[in-house]
């Protein structure tokens, strides 16, 4: 039977490249304890220099193997690794793989060694910039990064296994649905042989609801795809946003009598197209998209944010800024954050890695192989709808995407694709027309199946401390355009660029190392435009009011607060200044008549002068009835500084993490938008801070991280600032439990 075990612990790093590192010679008292993911470099969150993590290091990870392994097939799994990685068993170079964004499996049967005799597994790593691999060669507008910065796992299987799955699905409604299930089998040992194909379909609650079998017979050495119908599945559950319903696909090999292995993936039924009359299609309903760019990278630690954090990113979009869809912008991303996206229903456009350069016949080679990669790893995804498989804002380049589109569909009968350009007579070979839009609207479509892909951005950058003035712009900004497209129904959608701030390069950004052209800073915090997204969901779901304010008395231009824009979903919105009504308003349908939930907008409020602390009320109603509201005061000094973690319990794999959140706030709790105050922070117990220390505030908040060790037990974090009081979180650091690959055997150490 198939084993997977975590690789992730008890790694040695050295930042620099020693000749000999591969071999099992070499003093490791300079090497550094690390666990993966890993970054190779932990830096500020701005200000610092991308040729910093621009250089060669080496991991080392000592291990053992029982004896039992001996006669199966041992495989090394990367899900990641920046850029080029150069793998090393026992001291023999075994593989490289080129290009940080995609997996890759390293087969070291032939290298290792059982009985609990020693085994060493070293990786040379190069994050060095490489002009022959995508998406290098020009300037890139985002940092890279270095390091093994996603999992790795050791997988043993039988030699007669299933390498990969590949479930779709036909003929889809809510009475019936076809499955098509195809399976990969391998038989790498040295004779024939004759096996059973079963395959059962699990419901949510681990029911079977349906399976097949079929018998087969492989050569040795060699390789087979084996399909299989599910012909109907009776009254399937249809994933969707709302309910993104997941069954498992359990392929079992069955040869002489016993199972050899067993390989399952979960999947959705549905079906998802982008149609010629330009609307988007979930299962046979019209679905207007509303999304964000999404980039993969994180403060301090980079591109490493270890499981926990890529699922925060998934809920952040969905829960918290109402999103239907996120393009992974520009290239395939974390397996966990895609995951994710499948368990909430968040549609995903996936693309190959690049951005606006093409290179010489090796590295299209090697943009063929990301995309191969690419959708063979991901196309179990109900979640993913489109494949993107022209480089971003690239030139035409006939010949290259006349292939990409072949190997995609080739590899993915069941999608279509698309290819973002922002020049509009760009060569038109896909099945989308996937645009970027920078002209301030929405332009006519040119082609019937049309998305915007990005918009907004480096027209409008904006911080989370600008003045008030230019959040409610940028804020405004996205509302707008998405009124536009929501007014165009020859139009699929708009993803906005972009959902968080991101590290760029010297040739991009503010000079500090970001663009602020996040919706959200790059702690994943809100501007005020990451409330008008959240004031597109159903208010079923979730009611809210947020005034398009600080409530200061001299931050706009001219002062006060008129007009006051209000975002909402709720029906109608009553804005109350010190027990005065300023009156009860309806969506302002006249400037914005297609969104789901325009803003409220009130004029000719004269900001209250000479009455102390005045304060704000908003009032949100449905059906005359009070849903929700929100009280905004003249700020006061600051008073106390607020502390929140976005999770109290964590593993104890040295590399799970959380967000530690803070804020300066006056005595009613409000955050001061314009406190730039240093925090520090203690730590006590078996974590580490990621981050900072001491922290000076922008836009009076900040976050780090809280880290584990190995080690379980009580992580407390004591922050102060200044003459504030000291405040303090308590996160529970638990016992790790999954089987991870053991540096020696019991009895051998």
């Not at 001996?70 to 920046?82: H, L, N, Q, S, T």
């Not at 494949?387 to 971003?392: F, S, Y």
Request: overall charge negative.
């Amino acid at each position: 039977m198939r084993t997977v075990l975590n690789f992730n612990t008890e790694w040695l790093f050295i930042p620099s490249d020693i000749p000999g590192t591969e071999g099992p010679l070499v003093d490791e008292s300079q090497f550094l304890n690390v666990n993966l993911p890993h970054t190779n470099k932990i830096f500020p969150h701005h200000y610092f220099d991308e040729n910093e993590y621009r250089f060669v290091s080496w991991y080392r990870r000592h291990f053992a193997l029982p004896e039992e392994y001996r006669g199966k097939r041992i495989w090394v799994d990367f899900e990641g690794v920046m850029t080029v990685a150069q793998v090393y068993i026992n001291g023999v170079f075994v593989a490289e793989h080129k290009g940080g964004f995609t997996p890759f499996s390293v087969d070291i049967t032939d290298y290792v060694n059982y009985g609990g005799a020693s085994n060493l597994i070293a990786v040379r790593v190069d994050s060095s910039a490489r002009p022959d691999i995508p998406p290098e060669g020009y300037v890139v507008d985002y940092m890279q990064f270095g390091g093994i910065y996603r999992n790795v796992r050791l997988r043993i299987v039988d030699p007669l296994h299933i390498d990969w799955v590949f479930v779709t699905s036909s003929n889809v409604s809510r009475e019936a649905a076809c499955l098509r299930l195809l399976a990969h089998v391998v038989n790498a040992g040295a004779s024939p042989a004759d096996f059973n194909l079963k395959i059962e379909i699990l419901d949510a609650d681990g029911e079977s609801v349906a399976s097949t079998n079929k018998n087969a017979f492989i050569e040795p050495g060699r390789e087979m795809e084996l399909e299989q119908l599910i012909d109907p599945i009776e009254r399937p559950r249809l994933w969707d946003i709302d309910n993104p319903y997941l069954y498992v696909a359990q392929f079992t090999v069955i040869s002489q009598g016993r199972v050899v292995d067993q390989y399952s993936v979960r999947f959705g039924i549905r079906t998802a197209v982008f149609a010629e009359d330009g609307k988007f299609y979930l299962n046979g309903e019209p679905l207007k998209l509303r999304g964000l760019n999404r980039h993969q990278t994180y403060p301090y630690l980079g591109a490493a944010m270890p499981d926990r954090g890529q699922r925060k990113d998934a809920d952040i979009l969905r829960y918290e800024l109402g999103l239907n869809i996120v393009r992974t912008s520009h290239y395939p991303q974390a397996p966990a954050f895609l995951d994710r996206c499948d368990e909430i229903g968040l549609l995903v456009f996936e693309e190959i890695p690049g951005w606006q350069h093409i290179g010489n016949d090796a590295w299209k080679s090697i943009v063929k192989e990301n995309l191969r990669s690419m959708i063979i790893r991901d196309r179990n995804h109900p979640s993913i709808v489109l494949w993107g498989v022209r480089i971003n804002e690239s030139e035409d380049d006939h010949d290259l995407y006349l292939e990409t589109n072949r190997i995609a569909h080739e590899l993915d009968p069941s999608r279509q694709t698309g290819g973002v350009r922002n020049f509009r007579e760009s060569e038109f070979l896909e099945d989308v027309y996937t645009f970027n839009d920078f002209s301030g609207g929405i332009l006519e479509p040119n082609h019937p199946r049309y998305l915007v892909t990005e918009f907004g951005g480096h027209t409008f950058p904006t911080k989370s401390y600008d003045n008030e003035d230019r959040l409610i712009e940028h804020a405004k900004l996205h509302a707008s355009i998405q009124n536009a497209q929501y007014a165009r129904p020859d139009v699929a959608g708009a993803i906005g660029w972009c959902a968080f701030d991101y590290n760029t390069t010297i040739d991009f950004g503010s000079g500090d190392g970001i663009c602020y052209h996040g919706v959200c800073d790059i702690f994943r915090l809100p501007k005020f435009a990451a409330y008008f997204y959240r004031s597109q969901m159903d208010p079923k779901d979730a009611p809210m009011v947020f005034a398009v304010t600080h409530y200061t008395p001299g931050d706009r231009s001219g002062g006060g607060i008129d007009p006051l824009l209000v975002f909402s979903n709720c029906e109608e919105v009553e804005v109350v200044i010190d027990g005065e009504s300023q009156g009860i308003k309806l969506p302002n349908r006249e400037a914005y008549p297609s969104l789901p939930h325009p803003p409220f907008e009130f004029r000719g409020i004269s900001f209250p002068r000479g009455r102390g602390r005045s304060e704000i009320r908003v009032i949100g109603r449905i059906g005359g009835v009070e849903v929700t509201s929100q009280t905004i005061r003249l700020a006061g000094p600051p008073a106390r500084l607020a502390l929140r973690v976005d999770d109290e319990s964590l593993i104890a794999d040295g590399t799970d993490c959380t967000r530690l959140v803070f804020e300066v706030q006056d005595v009613n709790g409000q955050r001061l938008p314009y406190a730039s105050l240093p925090v520090s922070f203690e730590l006590d117990g078996p974590g580490e801070l990621i981050g900072e220390n001491p922290f000076c505030t922008e836009a009076g908040r900040g976050a780090v991280y809280v880290r584990t060790t190995r080690e379980p037990g009580e992580i407390r974090v004591r922050a102060k600032c200044g003459v504030l009081p000291p405040v303090s979180v308590t996160i529970r650091s638990m016992p790790m439990v999954e089987p991870i690959v053991p540096e020696t055997l019991a009895g051998n150490a």
